[in-house]
């Protein structure tokens, strides 16, 4: 009962491999996030914070010596840190949006013309 335990403490002491057996238990989670996503790189991100999270898991606690505890811990930490990218991640998608938008809208950056005036020229010659 206490495996989840031990790797975490294996992984604080330097063992590299504990990470990536701790990495396979949340590995559908971490999946399903990333189908969910508006944000590409959801998978990475997502893997490095919890890299980073292992670290500030409160082990001293008793009721962290229970795989129950720890398991609902990082779950409900991946799910909080999987909201603030998605969330951040879509603004800047509509940002984008918007600015190529307005681009294509503007009279003096209106490419398209541009693109005709360039072909008819090259089409004459």
């Known amino acids: 009962m206490e495996q989840l335990y031990n790797y975490i403490k294996n992984f604080t002491n330097g063992d590299m491999s504990a990470f990536v057996l701790i990495l396979e238990k949340f590995e559908p989670q971490i999946n399903k996030f990333q189908r969910n996503s508006v944000y590409e790189d959801m998978n990475s991100d997502l893997t490095l914070f919890m890299f980073n999270l292992l670290n500030k898991v409160p082990l001293e606690k008793e009721c962290f010596k229970e795989d129950k505890y720890i ?55």
């Open 71 to 125: 398991i609902s811990y990082i779950s409900k930490s991946l799910r909080h840190q999987y909201i603030y990218l998605n969330k951040t991640n879509y603004k800047i998608v509509i940002n984008e949006g918007e600015l190529e938008e307005n681009c294509i809208k503007s009279s003096d950056y209106n490419y398209f013309s541009n693109l005709t005036y360039i072909q008819k020229m090259l089409l004459s010659e």
